[in-house]
């Protein structure tokens, strides 16, 4: 048995949620890799709108374990919060989740200093959701980290002090202001969210993730965020602190490269992207409000409004390449249903070349080059493929081709009803 895995190909925000959840019956492990409590995975059950943010997404199937690896960062108060509104939907969340003993922990001084660090870098700001995902993996990288295992331990109250202690001091050098009297209730409840935490499973999960493969079960593997969020490919430094790629899940799950099967890759018929950064198909004029408007592209995690843009080959060859994406899911093509004219960027011109490379420096400027589609108007309320309009079947055979990759299914909508498998 290999483990398959299911990233986002795009700035995130592609609707990774959904497709978990649809594919979730083929699986009996769901395992987040990366990331934290930045990410926002939004899935509409029976109508019913429920955002996780590190919680892996088959938690709302009763038969699927789910486990949070190594390679994730963990909020205690957020988790618990995760937690409780799943619980109210009558969920044992207890017995269907494990957590890795190796996952770093986020303080709430880490929260702090991504706050403090954005605003020291002024109009170059990263636009960081400000959950304290950079800092906490700078603390995993600098060797300094508090690991979910730590919190069993007897000492903890101590390294938590000592590290603790050594952010307030770097945040009183940068002078930077904050609320201490909210800061320290913060503190108190992070200190009682811990205390939930050790009523769970943290376990190795890098162990419990081989022997289970060994005996034949299925694994999905859910990244977060986007490829091109990486924090080695992504557009540095606008991107995440965490590998956002297909790599990433061997690392953030203790899982040898041998073990992986398919790569599952997801983009949007168009682009978006959250926070600050080079975006070449941006569009900053009405097309692209009425895509934010009709897409509801507005941040599961912040709320921020998502910037909007045609749908980028460049940008989704190199994500599709650098994971080595074996198909792909088109989300959200409905939102495009009342565009008369679709576009999709097949090039850039870059210092007057013509060129499918995203280039290394950002400053440069990059013109896309555009090819226009007619738009299919309203879909017919089916999810047969043959069935749907000739001008999106054109649009979907197209980026096959362009990208050498199949697209094996089509969203049409945020029920998971409303899914073409092809
Ligand atoms: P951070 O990971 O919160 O520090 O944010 C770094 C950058 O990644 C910012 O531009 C965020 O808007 C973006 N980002 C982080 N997580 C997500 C996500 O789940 N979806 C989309 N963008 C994200």
Redesign the pocket.
């Known amino acids: 048995m290999k483990v398959d895995i299911l990233l986002g190909l795009q700035?995130?925000?592609e609707g990774k949620g959904k497709i978990v959840d649809v594919l979730a019956p083929q699986y009996e492990i769901v395992a987040r890799f990366q990331?934290g409590p930045?990410?926002?995975h939004t899935l509409e059950i029976q109508g019913k709108k429920h955002v996780l943010h590190t919680i892996p997404s088959g938690i709302f199937r009763n038969n699927i374990m789910n486990v949070i690896g190594n390679g994730v960062v963990i909020d205690p108060i957020s988790f618990l919060e995760e937690v409780r509104g799943i619980e109210a939907l009558g969920i044992d969340i207890c017995k269907n989740l494990i957590l890795s003993k190796r996952a770093h922990l986020i303080l709430p001084t880490h929260r702090l200093l991504?706050a403090s660090s954005e605003a020291s870098k002024g109009k170059e700001k990263?636009?960081?959701?400000?959950?304290g995902?950079?800092p906490a993996y700078m603390d995993k990288t600098g060797r300094n980290g508090l690991r979910i295992g730590d919190i069993l331990e007897k000492d903890f109250n101590e390294r938590y002090a000592s590290l603790a202690g050594k952010h307030l001091q770097m945040l009183a050098l940068a002078g930077f202001e904050y609320d201490k009297k909210a800061f320290e209730e913060n503190q108190k409840k992070w200190m009682e969210c811990v205390a939930f935490i050790r009523t769970m499973q943290c376990i190795d999960t890098e162990y419990y993730l081989n022997d289970e493969l060994k005996k034949g079960k299925r694994i999905l593997a859910e990244g977060?965020?986007?490829s091109l969020?990486d924090i080695d490919f992504g557009s540095y430094p606008?991107?995440?602190?965490s590998s956002t790629t297909c790599a990433g899940a061997c690392i953030g799950l203790g899982l040898a490269p041998s073990t992986l099967g398919e790569v599952e890759g997801i983009f949007k018929a168009y682009c978006t992207?959250?926070?600050?950064?080079p975006f070449p198909t941006e569009l900053h004029d009405d097309i692209g409000e009425k895509m934010a408007q009709i897409g509801r592209e507005f941040?599961s995690?912040?709320g921020?409004k998502r910037r909007c843009g045609w749908l980028d080959l460049p940008a989704l060859k190199r994500a599709i390449m650098l994971n080595g994406v074996t198909r792909l899911d088109m989300m959200k093509a409905d939102v495009l249903n009342e565009f008369g004219e679709v576009k999709v960027c097949t090039h850039y011109m870059v210092d007057g070349k013509e060129t499918d490379q995203m280039p290394y420096n950002l400053h440069t400027e990059i013109k896309p080059v555009y090819k226009s589609f007619k738009g299919w108007g309203k879909l017919p309320e089916t999810t047969s493929f043959d069935k749907m309009p000739a001008e999106l079947k054109d649009y979907i055979t197209y980026i096959e081709k362009a990208v050498g990759v199949p697209i094996k299914l089509v969203s049409v909508g945020p029920e998971r009803s409303q899914t073409m498998v092809r």
């Open positions: 700035w995130g925000d990331g930045n990410a926002g991504d990263i636009g960081s959701t400000l959950k995902i950079g977060a965020q986007g969020l606008f991107v995440t602190s992207r959250v926070g600050s950064g941040g995690t912040t921020r």
